[in-house]
């Protein structure tokens, strides 16, 4: 099967089409790691946002202070983090899954099992290496322009600032579309493959990175599309925010609350969730495409070769 760019990139809508119970159960696995969210941060994030609050008109907060904010900011976060982590490993390997082996379609092609902790540390390694990454070559870069500001002046080193930047940002889009096939042959071979995708996308860069701008213009406007139908939804539903500055809301009447706000958060959040599952079809799909045709065209080359 040969490797076309523009083919690829519109997997995600065969997908959909293809399987569209599993839009729906990737839209209610969303849903629910939301609200499983939002339940178990809700404390720390109030705690967090008194913390704040409490500061905001202290010219110099005290190290205790600074300290207390600190200690909930890291709270919140450290029941956020691991909560994204594995929620997106499992959203990634299922996307991944439905392309490369989809006969597992069962509950959507949704796990949590070896698949999902591969794709994990896969994720985490390549994380970690990107920021050891941008961090050698922006120290690096700091460094430069710090010796040019004070021995050839401001000028070049302004000027050095931007070239680096922009080199930075070359290498990072670079290396991005070269190890971009990392996750689709992490799932498909079943074993943790961080540098495999490497030597497969060898001489594709042009076209997996036009790909991938395809397929982020085509979330774009599937987003866009999304929220021109629900807006008109939401204004109608939402036609009591008008009263949100009335008595019940100012005296915190959670009855009038919910009955004014339930009907927009309900429909809101399953607007979202079906939203968030045809992004995520859209964006990650082409890649899982993109690895089976490199790897046919390898395969069918073999014999030839020998």
């Known amino acids: 099967m040969a490797f076309s760019a523009s083919e690829a990139a519109f997997e995600g809508f065969r997908l959909t089409r293809r399987a569209p119970l599993a839009i729906v159960l990737w839209a209610l696995f969303y849903l629910v790691v939301s609200v499983v969210a939002l339940a178990l ?39 956020i983090l691991p909560i994204g982590l594995v929620s997106s490993a499992v959203m990634y390997a299922a996307v991944q899954r439905a392309v490369v082996r989809p006969a597992e379609s069962a509950f959507g092609y949704l796990r949590l099992g070896a698949d999902e902790l591969r794709v994990f540390v896969v994720c985490l390694v390549l994380t970690v290496l990107v920021m050891v990454g941008f961090g050698v070559g922006g120290g690096v870069l700091g460094v430069l322009i710090v010796i040019l500001s004070t021995t050839a002046g401001d000028g070049a080193a302004a000027l050095v600032a931007i070239l680096g930047g922009l080199a930075l940002a070359a290498v990072a889009i670079w290396v991005s579309v070269r190890l971009s096939l990392a996750l689709p042959i992490t799932v498909a071979e079943r074993r943790i493959a961080i540098f495999d995708s490497w030597g497969l996308t060898r001489g594709r860069f042009w076209p997996l990175l036009g790909m991938a701008i395809l397929a982020m213009i085509l979330a774009m406007v599937v987003q866009f599309l999304g929220w021109i139908v629900f807006m008109p939804i939401f204004f109608l539903l939402g036609g009591g925010l008008a009263d949100l500055a009335s008595p019940g809301f100012e005296a915190g009447d959670l009855g009038q609350i919910f009955a004014t706000l339930g009907p927009v958060v309900v429909v809101g959040a399953v607007f979202l969730g079906l939203l968030s599952a045809l992004q995520m079809a859209i964006a990650y799909a082409p890649f899982g495409a993109a690895y089976q045709a490199l790897k046919g065209e390898g395969t069918a080359a073999a014999p030839t070769e020998a």
């Open 41 to 79: 941060v809700g404390g720390p994030m109030a705690a967090f946002v008194a913390q704040a609050e409490a500061l905001e008109g202290v010219p110099e907060p005290s190290p205790e202070q600074m300290a207390g904010l600190m200690g909930a900011y890291f709270a919140m976060l450290g029941l």
